[in-house]
């Protein structure tokens, strides 16, 4: 199982970016998956996870309205959009897949700030 996430970056308040999650190793459409985020000196924390097909979505209220996951399982990858970023957004976001064993991404620095 290999997670690889990318498209993070530096970015100012109010700005926007899209992350992307490359999965390989297993059959990607039978696994949820989910992002999360953990900033220096916090526990790691959920963002938002979707289902397998796509069909069913959840969000941390603090991204409600601003973070969009979705999955494209022809090919192997989840998104996750970020719009209207705040400073409080900063953190190393992972990747995850869910199942009976959790797998774990290297994770991507996003950075808001001015």
């Known amino acids: 199982v290999q997670l690889v996430e990318s498209g993070g970056g530096l970015v100012q308040p109010g700005g926007s970016l899209r992350l992307s999650c490359a999965a390989s190793?297993?059959?990607?459409?039978?696994?949820?998956m989910s992002w999360y985020r953990q900033a220096p000196g916090k526990e790691r924390e959920l963002v938002a996870a979707i289902a397998n097909v796509g069909d069913f979505t959840n969000y941390a209220d603090s991204v409600k309205g601003r973070f969009t996951i979705s999955r494209d399982n022809a090919k192997n990858t989840v998104y996750l959009q970020m719009n209207s970023l705040k400073p409080e957004d900063t953190a190393v976001y992972y990747c995850?897949?869910?199942?009976?064993?959790?797998?774990w991404g290297q994770g991507t620095q996003v950075t808001v700030s001015s």
């Open positions: 190793g297993f059959t990607f459409s039978r696994y949820g």
């Open positions: 995850k897949r869910s199942g009976t064993q959790n797998y």
